[in-house]
């Protein structure tokens, strides 16, 4: 077999300079400036909604820096490369002109799939932390997608091995009966302070001050963060599902476009004392309330439930997300994987690892 040559440094272009893409640009230069074994990172292609930045022969750190402080300042990539970005055709061009690399999706947009499809086809891997994608295309679609190669862990559990232990029992012929999973980590931060006594409407914007949820955290309180999360944890297990098929009840049955502070809070405020009762009534039954995803041969089922204190999956308290794996050989107990499910930080770190899982062979 001919030896595949060596590369030392591994060529990355990153759409998203949002809190996780920021963030992972820290994490690269960090790694970089470690003695860690294996080729170096080198970022030669920057996007956010607007702006594209392109240096073939990679950024500098300085570059990165002074494109870190424009957008930490709330600016524009626009704004630092005066490139504005019209056509992903503009960013596709590195795929044909580089030799192999990784192209890194950390927004949310809905419709970059092609540009995933467009990057296999060049020879690049692609890494996402995007679930939109993932579950806004159809299965068949979705199993191409896999088929190409998709690095896709950090959509469902930030930096958790949830997705390489959902393939490791795959690979070892054990039969998964039910995947239960508690997916978001700000939802289990809101549960985990109302346990203590905080009001949901502190709690919630809490949640939001400290970067847990989503940008607007109705998508977490309706449950299409979790919805989400499920369908991608159902299709990896190969069911043929939409996000229609998911059956799902909110956390807290508001409108998505309720999203701002004031607006927000006065929505909330409205169930504070139902979810005091409700917190209540489960400690004095030595429950916890949790938000699950449930994934069997039933569908994907997602929703509000009170779990007996002593179970696994009730436990957990901050951003933490739990996933249990019942299976074949896994049963009494069942396989249990626990950690911080949300922030940046944990987030930017499942992202550098799944693209340092693929720098071997570069």
Request: charged letters at 25%; hydrophobic letters at 35%; a negative charge.
């Amino acid at each position: 077999m001919e030896a595949q040559p060596e590369f030392s440094q591994v060529p990355l272009a990153q759409v998203g300079l949002g809190t996780v893409g920021l963030e992972l640009i820290k994490l690269v230069k960090s790694w970089n400036e470690s003695s860690n074994e294996g080729p170096k990172l080198r970022y030669i292609g920057l996007a956010d909604s607007g702006g594209l930045a392109i240096n073939k022969g990679g950024f500098s750190s300085q570059e990165l820096e002074k494109i870190e402080e424009e957008k930490r300042a709330g600016g524009r990539l626009s704004n630092v490369s005066q490139t504005s970005l019209t056509e992903l055709s503009d960013l596709e061009s590195l795929f044909s002109d580089t030799e192999r690399g990784v192209l890194i999706d950390v927004t949310d947009a809905e419709s970059l799939s092609q540009l995933y499809h467009r990057g296999f086809g060049c020879g690049w891997s692609v890494v996402v932390a995007n679930k939109i994608p993932l579950t806004s295309v159809t299965p068949e679609e979705f199993r191409k997608l896999t088929e190409g190669g998709i690095r896709y862990e950090a959509t469902v559990g930030a930096g958790l091995p949830v997705i390489s232990t959902l393939k490791h029992l795959q690979r070892q012929g054990d039969g998964i009966e039910e995947i239960g999973a508690i997916l978001s980590g700000s939802l289990s931060y809101i549960l985990s302070e109302i346990e203590t006594g905080k009001d949901l409407s502190d709690a919630v914007l809490d949640a939001k001050q400290k970067g847990f949820t989503e940008p607007n955290p109705v998508e977490d309180l309706i449950g299409n963060d979790v919805v989400r999360k499920g369908l991608i944890l159902g299709r990896s297990l190969g069911m043929e599902i939409n996000i229609e098929d998911v059956d799902v009840s909110p956390l807290v049955p508001i409108p998505e476009k309720n999203s701002s502070g004031r607006k927000l809070k006065e929505q909330l405020v409205k169930f504070d004392s139902e979810f005091r009762s409700k917190a209540q009534l489960a400690e004095e039954q030595g429950k916890r309330l949790r938000y699950l995803a449930r994934v069997n041969e039933g569908g994907v089922k997602v929703g509000l439930e009170s779990l007996d204190s002593k179970s696994q999956l009730a436990g957990g308290a901050g951003t933490s997300n739990v996933i249990q794996f019942k299976t074949e050989n896994y049963t009494d107990p069942p396989l249990i994987i626990q950690g911080p499910g949300a922030g940046p930080g944990v987030t930017a770190g499942g992202v550098l690892s799944e693209i340092n899982s693929l720098t071997r062979g570069y």
